[in-house]
């Protein structure tokens, strides 16, 4: 007998790669579907699900995709991973494979063109900004993503206060009705540590008074500069989240296809 014969004869899955591939995986599939449960029924609570059209009606970015994207995504890889390597399906584990060397090659593309173009991704991240500032009242969702961001990065407004102009409700035209007419939401407000309730009214009609006296109140510097200015200090965080999860992925890819060839090397031996 050949000792290439003997080799083939001798072929078998490694079951610690079937198993740890499986592990690895049913904890993203179950993740997925937990983010992808959770948009879902956001939608349901909002009304998205019974009149799909209103999907398109927001002017501003809705949260909820986020879930359902990031959800979905993940349900589909953890399924293929996890559903291929506890039946050793060859054709999910490539599917597998590939889908997360897709995403990895999109991840790395975006990467280099938001270095090569940073200035039109600013100018991209200042739009985005301002499209949400105008639809700040039309979900609930984006108001409070957008005051997550102003109260955590201490801004407002994409470039300043006066962003707020863009939304009907805090312009300072003379025709506005609103009593939020010239003023800014409460996440732009300077908190007061004495107190132990948020004064949601704490924004109301202080863009009438002269900017020099804004910084009195309200935060007066950009979320676009202090987004920059948190990126900078944490580069070395964000860099490494970043490695993090490339490693995850190629760990994974090589888990996926080390069991192809364990399955190709067994069924060759039949």
Same mark, same amino acid.
């Given at each position: ?38 948009? !879902? ?35 589909? !890889? ?12 060859? =054709? ?24 090569? =173009? ?6 991209? !991240? ?17 108001? &409070? ?81 202090? =987004? ?5 200090? &944490? ?19 090589? !888990? ?15």
């Amino acid at each position: 007998m050949s000792r290439k014969h003997h080799h083939l004869k001798g072929a078998e899955v490694s079951c610690c790669v079937k198993y740890f591939l499986f592990g690895f995986n049913i904890i993203f599939w179950l993740l997925g579907a937990a983010f992808l449960g959770i948009g !879902l029924w956001a939608w349901a609570e909002k009304g998205v699900l019974s009149n799909l059209s209103s999907i398109t009606d927001l002017g501003g970015f809705d949260p909820v995709w986020l879930f359902i994207v990031v959800g979905g995504v993940m349900f589909i !890889l953890g399924f293929a991973g996890c559903i291929g390597a506890l039946r050793e399906n060859t =054709f999910l584990l490539k599917f597998f494979s590939v889908f997360l060397g897709l995403i990895f090659f999109l991840e790395l593309t975006a990467g280099i063109l938001a270095f090569v =173009f940073k200035d039109w991704i600013k100018d991209q !991240l200042n739009f985005f900004i301002n499209n949400n500032v105008k639809a700040y009242r039309d979900d609930i969702d984006l108001q &409070n993503l957008i005051d997550f961001a102003q109260e955590y990065w201490l801004c407002c407004g994409a470039h300043g206060p006066d962003d707020w102009n863009l939304n009907i409700y805090f312009n300072c035209t003379d025709l506005n009705p609103s009593r939020e007419r010239c003023g800014v939401p409460f996440s732009c407000c300077i908190k007061d540590p004495a107190e132990d309730v948020i004064n949601t009214q704490c924004g109301y009609d202080v863009r009438h008074y002269h900017d020099l006296e804004w910084q009195k109140y309200i935060y007066t510097k950009g979320c676009v500069g202090q =987004f920059e200015k948190w990126l900078q200090d &944490n580069l070395i965080i964000v860099a490494g989240i970043f490695v993090g999860i490339a490693l995850l992925q190629i760990f994974g890819i090589c !888990l996926a296809q080390n069991l192809v060839s364990d399955v190709q090397a067994v069924k060759a031996n039949w």
